[in-house]
């Protein structure tokens, strides 16, 4: 976690000046110092001494996340130097990797190939990802470019889609548009997680990622329960489902479904200190829609309560949010939460979690966009 110079320091005697010394710096990687300027006037009286720096996070060219290395250190691990750190003792060493290749470096942004040009498919993508040290327990792969082909119309991610193997913890197929999403997975000991991209060639599709790894040390403060694929830390926020989407799904344009099947996934969020429950509420009227048909239904009612679905009518897409109460306070007696509507909830069931949930087959569900619900951490005490 420390780089180590090695640096030599001139000590300089300017006798005809009657001060007692002046200094002059000169360092480098250990091997360079013997490039450094000697022709000075005055008599040099060479000092070695050993200069070490943390490995820290430093800001590259493109606002890249890198880690601050010897120049040394950051082409023997093949990574780009972009700027310096460190009081100029380092470079910012930022890591991009493309198909086929392995890191064991933090903040690795995997991209498609020449990115951020588009790439028109080919053969699977994939990066092998081991962990950076002994002491690390998860990945965070956070989505900051992520367009793909959308599901069929049945919500299968057939053409295009991400993979994650290798990890303890399932993150789903996904695909469509999922920029700014993130996902969580655990390692499995040391055992290396694949992230794979799959892209359909014969499909025309203008097809774009670029997906930061971030490795998380056990002992983190950032390191999400182990379970939760999505895990949010702030009092206030914004979940939304993978693929979430006004525009209608181009490839069933009689179905028009955004929402991917086969989930089954919990997203967190850390209890703020003071705080006893967590409010969710929907983003804007049109921000659930995740069962049913929503073509079918009358515009003015979607959104309401009246196309907001409970309870046991929920069998096949759903959320879950534990022992819920409504805003008075008065205790609901169902959990799940469906249909073409969300009306607020609070629960203070912890850890807060919202569970989301959709079977095999969207069918049915045309039109369902998927969901963008806002929670809200309520201060103690609750009413
Ligand atoms: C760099 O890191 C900061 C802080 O962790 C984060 O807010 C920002 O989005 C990161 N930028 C990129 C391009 O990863
Ligand atoms: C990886 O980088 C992130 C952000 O720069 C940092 O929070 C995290 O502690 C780093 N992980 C390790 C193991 O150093």
């Known amino acids: 976690m420390f780089s180590v110079l090695l640096a030599v320091i001139f000590a300089v005697a300017t006798i005809a000046s009657g001060q007692s010394a002046a200094w002059d710096q000169s360092l480098g990687d250990a091997t360079t110092f013997q490039d450094a300027p000697l022709?000075?006037?005055?008599?040099?009286?060479?000092?070695?001494?050993?200069?070490?720096?943390a490995n820290t996070q430093c800001t590259g060219s493109n606002n890249l996340n890198g880690t601050c290395f010897?120049?040394?250190?950051?082409?023997?691990?093949?990574?780009?130097?972009?700027?310096?750190?460190?009081?100029?003792?380092?470079?910012?060493?930022?890591?991009?990797?493309?198909?086929?290749?392995?890191?064991?470096?933090?903040?690795?942004?995997?991209?498609n190939p020449d990115y951020p040009t588009t790439y028109t498919g080919g053969d699977r993508c994939t990066i092998v990802v081991r962990p950076c040290n002994s002491h690390i327990c998860q990945l965070r792969l956070d989505f900051l470019d992520f367009s793909l082909a959308q599901p069929d119309g049945t919500g299968v991610c057939d053409l295009d889609f991400l993979t994650v193997t290798g990890g303890a913890t399932l993150v789903p197929r996904i695909c469509g548009e999922n920029t700014n999403q993130h996902v969580y997975v655990d390692f499995d000991g040391p055992a290396p997680i694949t992230i794979s991209i799959d892209t359909d060639v014969n499909y025309v599709f203008d097809r774009r990622w670029n997906i930061r790894i971030q490795q998380?040390?056990?002992?983190?403060?950032?390191?999400?329960?182990?379970?939760?694929?999505?895990?949010?830390?702030?009092?206030?926020?914004t979940v939304t489902s993978f693929n979430y989407g006004t525009v209608v799904n181009p490839r069933s344009p009689l179905v028009g479904t955004r929402q991917l099947v086969n989930l089954n996934y919990g997203v967190c969020v850390r209890m703020t200190v003071g705080y006893c429950a967590i409010q969710w509420s929907q983003d804007n009227t049109l921000s659930f829609t995740v069962s049913g048909d929503t073509d079918g239904l009358d515009t003015t009612i979607i959104g309401t309560d009246l196309a907001a679905v409970t309870g046991t009518d929920c069998t096949a897409d759903f959320v879950i949010i534990p022992n819920p109460f409504d805003t008075t306070g008065t205790a609901l007696d169902v959990d799940r939460f469906c249909g073409n509507g969300f009306v607020t909830v609070i629960s203070s069931s912890k850890p807060f979690v919202l569970y989301v949930i959709t079977n095999g087959d969207e069918t049915g569900d045309v039109l369902n966009r998927g969901f963008i619900l806002d929670y809200q951490q309520i201060a103690c005490p609750i009413f």
Request: hydrophobic share 30%.
């Open 39 to 53: 022709e000075r006037q005055g008599k040099f009286f060479p000092l070695f001494s050993v200069i070490r720096f």
């Open 70 to 111: 010897t120049r040394r250190e950051c082409s023997n691990y093949a990574g780009t130097a972009s700027g310096t750190c460190a009081n100029n003792l380092g470079v910012c060493c930022v890591f991009v990797r493309t198909c086929g290749s392995t890191t064991n470096m933090n903040n690795t942004y995997f991209i």
């Open 216 to 237: 998380i040390a056990c002992d983190s403060v950032w390191r999400a329960p182990s379970g939760c694929l999505q895990y949010y830390t702030t009092t206030t926020g």
